[in-house]
């Protein structure tokens, strides 16, 4: 894995604290696979949780929607995906390695090379002279599906084949009609998917940022056609309110408007939002006009009416789409750089995670002064139960002195430590400290609760 030395420090504390582990590990890995540890899948969890309460909780007009990964391979047919969905491909011709030709042009300094035709990439190959990585000539580029394919079912042949889907946007497109059947939603309307997703990249790559397993949240939200600058413009500023609502800085997020030969087959304007990684300026999140193209394609293939009828006028329309998508492991990969820090605490290196409270694996943590007391391990164990009821994810240390309690709750980001002390037994208080400025305060035990709470909200 190409690598940097921050990256190096995100992968390993990943792998030392139970976020992230490499897929197969014990059998030597899989390229473009990850596991999500303990700890990584309480933080992916608690972003995920967010988007669903952000976009569909808190608004009126967005649906939820939990469709199949499998679809009938018509599906992709039908939207042009087992033709189109490919990235270009080129060959070294000694080491018969596979790289993905527009990175390949562009580490050759060739800009915009992403959405060029294969055959242009051929002419600058050989007219720059470009060699593989590794200093050997390249073949002719050509293309390259991604999609995973597999067949359903015990029979075999032609008929049995599906692709485990590349987006989980086809799964709301197919599920339109049973929507406004079921809802009679007004337009504007959206439906909103979180789930897995499937891409056979070529070069997977940058830890959990270019996977061949990932998961995504999508919105397709339909409009009147006219509307669809409008619409552009509001997922746009909603796209960057959630950003700061995750706590990445302002100062780190880019938008790349895309030009039309980088743009899917079916956007008739994308823009991306990019985050600066470790690795580079990448692609965190999208925006695309989609127009009607889904609709119309699920029209014309499957035979069904997919019209939206207006309630008040009677009039009939294909919806268009404006979509907002978001790939989840790019997301806890930006929230992870993010919050990285390392700092001097007490005359000692510290390394921490300032994540935003409530997306904390472990909001609390409850630690009795010594170990070897009971009185004060049990009063800790008290308080530990009640603030799981109340609070969730709290946990429980006496392991090691205080300091190096801090320290192991500081590099998994919990926000705050309790420590249960002589004075407790006395006087009922604790000593809550707070993880970025290291600042204590004594807290009476019956004011814990409702002081914690208010970060979690
Ligand atoms: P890229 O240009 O990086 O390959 P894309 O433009 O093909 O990405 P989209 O088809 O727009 O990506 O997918 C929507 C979102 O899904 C992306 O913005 C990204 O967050 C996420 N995503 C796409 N491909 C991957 C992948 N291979 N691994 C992890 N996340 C991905």
């Known amino acids: 894995m190409k690598t940097n030395p921050l990256m190096e420090k995100i992968v390993s504390l990943c792998k030392r604290r139970g976020f992230v ?5 014990l059998y030597g890995g899989i390229a473009g696979m990850w596991d999500y540890g303990p700890l990584g899948v309480e933080l992916r969890n608690n972003i995920r949780d967010l988007w669903w309460k952000t976009f569909v909780h808190e608004r009126d007009d967005i649906f939820g929607l939990d469709s199949a990964i499998l679809m009938k391979k018509e599906v992709w047919e039908a939207t042009g995906h087992t033709k189109e969905f490919s990235d270009p491909i080129v060959e070294d011709i000694i080491t018969k390695k596979r790289y993905r030709a527009d990175s390949l042009l562009e580490d050759n300094g060739i800009e915009n090379a992403d959405g060029m035709p294969a055959e242009e990439m051929t002419e600058y190959i050989k007219k720059k002279g470009i060699k593989s990585p590794e200093g050997n000539p390249l ?3 050509r293309t390259f599906n991604l999609m995973f394919k ?7 042949g032609e008929g049995s084949v599906s692709y485990l889907r590349p987006e989980t946007a086809q799964g709301i497109f197919v599920n339109y009609k049973n929507i406004i059947d079921t809802l009679y939603p007004s337009i504007p309307f959206g439906v909103a998917q979180v789930g897995k997703a499937f891409r056979n990249e070529i070069s997977p790559r940058d830890f959990i940022f270019r996977l061949r397993e990932m998961e995504q949240m999508e919105i397709e939200y339909f409009i009147r056609e006219k509307k669809w600058e409008e619409s552009f413009e509001h997922w746009r500023k909603e ?3 959630f950003f700061e609502t995750v706590g990445l800085p302002s100062d780190m997020l880019y938008e790349h408007e895309i030009p039309e030969e980088g743009r899917a087959h079916y956007s008739k304007r994308t823009i991306d939002f990019e985050f ?8 965190l999140s999208g925006l695309a006009y989609r127009t009607d193209y889904d609709l119309g394609k699920h029209r014309e293939f499957s035979g069904m009416a997919l019209e939206y009828t207006d309630k008040h006028t ?5 919806p268009h789409v404006i979509e907002p998508s978001f790939g989840v492991e790019r997301l806890v990969l930006a929230v992870l750089v993010s919050a990285y820090r390392e700092d001097e605490m007490d005359g000692e290196s510290r390394t921490y995670l300032c994540f935003k409270p409530k997306l904390a694996p472990v909001r609390v943590a409850v630690f009795p002064l010594l170990k070897n007391k009971p009185e004060l391990v049990k009063k800790a164990k008290e308080i530990h139960l009640a603030l799981k009821t109340d609070i969730g994810r709290v946990w429980f240390d006496d392991n090691g002195n205080i300091g190096k309690r801090y ?5 998994i980001g919990t926000p705050f430590c309790i420590t249960v002390d002589f004075d407790t037994l006395e006087d009922n208080t604790v000593t809550v400290r707070e993880r970025d400025s290291g600042k204590q305060k004594r807290v009476s035990v019956a004011e814990l609760s409702p002081y914690l709470s208010e970060y979690f909200v």
């Open 139 to 141: 073949s002719e580029v």
């Open 314 to 318: 009677g009039e009939k329309f294909t």
């Open 407 to 411: 320290r192991r709750q500081d590099e």
């Open 150 to 156: 597999t067949t359903v079912g015990a029979s075999g």
């Open 21 to 25: 582990f490499p897929g197969s590990e």
């Open 276 to 283: 600066q990684y470790p690795f580079g300026r990448k692609e």
């Open 239 to 241: 796209t960057k309110n």
